[in-house]
């Protein structure tokens, strides 16, 4: 069966420091992945989706930016926190041409 | 422009009783779609989902409704137990396989 991690569960950072969190899935091949934020109070945005190695989509302009070093692994990376950064942050993998999308348990991420 | 819009920001129901959670939305080229549930600090999963091809699809105790012309859907759960207390997220794509968007959710509060 398939499963996805997300690590760290929680994470407080600085303004300014840098974020990477991680995102693996297994039991699949060639998954399409992504990145979603649900800020306090609001909807699940879309902010990255990948059909394949390197291969990023992003759906708004922000400070974050992804990458997928492997099929199964998506990155969220920041160089620079911003405190309008803080939320929760759900990595979500579906199949190729597939409609269900399954989510990851979340990182809670606090910017100060 | 909020393309899947949950107008209700929470709903709150007698254990025994139906929930009628609604979503409406404005992209009328959306055939697709989804119902997810989620706890806090946990992963939104899937609970159902609908095309455009039909009008009603039921799966146990929850039963989705779409009325294409109207563009709203709507989720039926009965009897409604405690354990349905959550945020009910309204999801929607263009075709299969591509991405959706998401309303802003329904916290659902079901009282013993």
């Known amino acids: 069966s398939q499963t996805i991690h997300q690590w760290p569960a929680t994470l407080v950072q600085p303004v300014g420091s840098p974020l990477s969190l991680e995102c693996t899935v297994e039991g699949t091949s060639n998954p399409n992945l992504y990145w979603y934020r649900q800020a306090a109070g609001r909807g699940l945005q879309l902010l990255f989706y990948?059909?394949?190695?390197?291969?990023i989509s992003s759906e708004v302009p922000q400070n974050l930016s992804a990458s997928r070093p492997q099929d199964r692994q998506f990155i969220l990376s920041s160089k620079k926190l911003l405190l309008s950064d803080s939320g929760f942050y759900l990595c979500?993998?579906?199949?190729?041409?597939?409609?269900?999308?399954?989510f990851g348990p979340g990182t809670r991420l606090t910017v100060l | 422009d909020q393309q899947v819009k949950q107008n209700s920001p929470s709903l709150s129901v007698q254990e025994g009783r139906i929930s009628i959670l609604n979503c409406d939305y404005t992209n009328s080229m959306f055939d697709y779609f989804l119902w997810y549930k989620k706890y806090p600090a946990e992963g939104p999963t899937f609970l159902i989902s609908i095309s455009s091809i039909k009008d009603k699809n039921e799966d146990g105790r929850f039963t989705v409704f779409l009325n294409k012309s109207a563009k709203h859907l709507s989720l039926h759960i009965v009897p409604s137990q405690p354990g349905d207390s959550a945020v009910y997220f309204c999801a929607a794509s263009r075709y299969r396989g591509q991405n959706f968007v998401f309303g802003p959710g329904t916290r659902l509060s079901v009282l013993p």
């Open positions: 990948s059909v394949g190695i390197g291969q």
């Open positions: 979500a993998w579906s199949p190729a041409g597939g409609n269900e999308q399954f």
